[in-house]
């Protein structure tokens, strides 16, 4: 079953993985490979058979889980990235209510799927470049904007932006799967300690 609280976590892990990795390379000009290879791939997993295989395994957004647990933890919660995912909440909702513009992002998203299967890997700067385009020719015409923070230095480089921007269009298919799990903005605020106790499932089933 799709709606479920399993299922919401995951997502927010998905979101909350995305968004941690905009920050750091809007910080650091870098960002673990492994883990924004995940993120972008589950853009191109539209017919997933499950929410885990959106990500290829729940492996693969363990960072993800750890920057939630942070996140809703309260002690060690990044206001910036919590920004970041709250921006993306809202401008999922503003895109959903806009056929137009959901059929614009699903097809870019078939197009630029087939390039990927060309290409040695899904973090290749041509597929970048696309979905980089692709959300500055949709989502970034929304409003609110996402506003990135971070060293000028490395937010000034072509290929820092354009990853960036692709991390956030991943952040968005992360919502929206969120809100197809069930997923609101009420529940979060009032499931909080069950997300987090879910999460910790999901990083140490073995200790559960």
């Not at 809007?26 to 995940?38: L, S």
């Not at 015409?141 to 072509?158: D, I, S």
Request: charged content about 20%; proline content about 3%; hydrophobic content about 45%.
């Amino acid at each position: 079953m799709l709606k479920s609280l399993p299922n919401q976590t995951l997502a927010l892990a998905g979101l909350a993985q995305a968004v941690y990795l905009v920050q750091q390379i809007a910080r650091n000009g870098r960002a673990d490979e492994g883990a924004m290879e995940a993120s972008i791939h589950s853009l191109f997993k539209i017919d997933a058979v499950d929410v885990p295989d959106v990500y290829g395994g729940v492996a693969n957004v363990h960072l993800g889980l750890r920057q939630l647990l942070k996140q809703l933890g309260g002690a060690e919660m990044d206001p910036e990235v919590t920004g970041y995912a709250a921006t993306l909440m809202v401008l999922e909702r503003k895109l959903m209510s806009d056929g137009k513009m959901v059929d614009a992002v699903h097809h870019g998203v078939e197009r630029i799927a087939l390039l990927a299967d060309t290409c040695p890997s899904v973090l290749d700067s041509t597929v970048i470049g696309e979905l980089a385009t692709l959300y500055q020719q949709t989502i970034s015409t929304l409003m609110p904007k996402v506003r990135v923070g971070g060293e000028q230095k490395y937010l000034c480089q072509t290929h820092n932006a354009e990853r960036i921007r692709a991390l956030l269009l991943a952040g968005l298919r992360s919502t929206v799967l969120w809100r197809q799990a069930g997923g609101t903005r009420w529940a979060l605020l009032f499931q909080r300690r069950r997300i987090v106790g879910v999460a910790q499932f999901l990083l140490n089933p073995a200790q559960a």
